[in-house]
């Protein structure tokens, strides 16, 4: 069994990256993710790694956009509002089918919002990264392992599929510390391995004009066909969406949160339990590709209700909720924002209001 | 079980590093679930530093509470902030030395202890959060002592010559702890 460590969460995503096989950073400083390039900095030169603190995060996206295209596996972080100075450079990555992996520890918003966490980018996450209508595949961890695994095995999904991945967490699972088991180090032989798979694509070694890929833009119907080829590809996801059912064989109550919010649901979840109530939790790990399904499945004759748990005020998720559901049963919401976090005890107290009125 | 505490002071007491050595000690040395969470804020020089520590057999939800079995105060403001987020019949710890003011609810356990001034009597001023650290391992039995003194000798390792005055002085605290206890 691997050992257990101790460790925040944005040192523990910046060591799995490393694991992975990651050897270029470029980030730009934005709290609460500073860990992430700060540990880079250190960790990178020993395995002869490169780690660029960019003038800009638009600076910066684009160094990882370059460093992606030639076939090595590369990262950047940034939060909330950093995050939406990359849409430019996400977009183009997408546009050039680059495997892009990258990380938003997320802060209280809009605008500069604030520096304590907050899942208020849910929307911009899932539907629209940037401009063009493109889509990813972003993971969603409710815990430090979770961010290290997802970290870890976005860079496989990222290369299967030459696209983006953004791994979505927040300021309390960045800041905080828990226990972790680290996966092995990838080793020379099997990051050559997945290099040689983008050999044909990667820009390193091509002599101008080449038609790899790797580059935005094209003339005449090139770029419909790219959308039509990036569409048939988004459609073969529906095998990678991932969800949490938790205690929902009989549940009558469900929570749907992700991240934090799952993580916090799961505990009050188990309370209720103990007193008797039949509570359960749907958590999408994936929360682009978004778990349709599991929701509109249902049993509606003996769900009494949904509780959506985000820390983000108006809720985000509850647009997927809503579309899955179709009004089916009702849907309540217990939600902070702007940087307030939720407790326990502020879930069980908003689920009791509703559990009262339904049950 | 689950049993969540909040270390506040001044920065510069060793909040941070308490709840650290406390959180880290026991991910190393048992299977518990453990979180630690600082808060900084935009705090100021001298102004108030926190964190929680969330040790619990079941898997944790939030790594915060505003409802705490157990608070440390190492100064009056964290005193007058955080009390109020106390359960009834939750332990406060208060490094007496400073704290003074009195302490107006009588549904929670009070456990005292001078440890600004012990360390100072001990000449490793900077100690005053391993002592109470002992002070509250000793009151509340939340780990076993070996946990927190493996914790020391790892935290310690590059300067050995840390570890036993370190060791001693969280022994001191666990005196003190066990006898209020």
Known sequence: ????????????????????????????????????????????????????????????????????????RAMSSSSSCGISLYSEGVSYCASARIPMVYVNVQRGGPGIGAIQPAQQDYLQATKASGNGGFRMIVLAPDSVQECVDMVYEAYDLAERDQNPVLVLTDGVMGTMMEPVELPPMKTDEELAACRAKFADRAIVGHPLGHQAACRPGSVGDGQEQENIKAAAMYKTWDKDIRVEEFMMDDAEIVFAAYGISARISRAVVRELRAQGIKAGMIRPITISPFPYDTFKNLDFDRIKGIIDVEMSIPAQMRWDLDYAIQGKCPIHEVLRSGGQLLTNDQVMKGAMEFIKEVL | MERNLMIAGFGGQGVMTMGKLLAEATSQATDLNVTFFPSYGAAMRGGTANCY???????????????????????????????????????????????????????????????????IDIKNERALNVIMLGVYVGATDAVPEEVIVKGIEHKFAHKPKLIEPNVEAFKMGLEIGRQQK
């Not at chain 1, 960790?43 to 660029?52: C, H, K, Q, Y």
């Not at chain 2, 915060?64 to 608070?71: I, K, R, W």
Request: with cysteine; aromatic share 8%.
């Open chain 1, 1 to 72: 069994m691997a050992e257990r460590v101790f460790m925040k969460g944005t040192e523990a995503i910046a060591e799995a990256a490393v694991r992975a096989g990651c050897r270029f950073f470029a980030g730009y400083p934005i709290t609460p993710q500073n860990e992430i390039p700060e540990y880079m900095a250190r960790r990178l030169p020993e395995v002869g790694g490169t780690f660029v603190q960019g003038e800009s995060e638009v600076a910066s996206v684009n160094m990882l956009y370059g460093a992606a295209s030639t076939g090595i």
């Open chain 2, 53 to 119: 520590v969330v040790i619990s057999d079941d898997p944790i939800g939030a790594p915060v509470s505003y409802s705490l079995e157990d608070l440390v105060v190492m100064n009056g403001p964290s005193l007058h902030k955080f009390l109020p987020n106390l359960k009834p019949g939750g332990t406060l710890f208060v490094n007496s030395t400073i704290v003074t003011d009195p302490i107006d609810r009588d549904d929670i356990k009070v456990i005292k202890a001078p440890v600004t001034q012990m360390a």
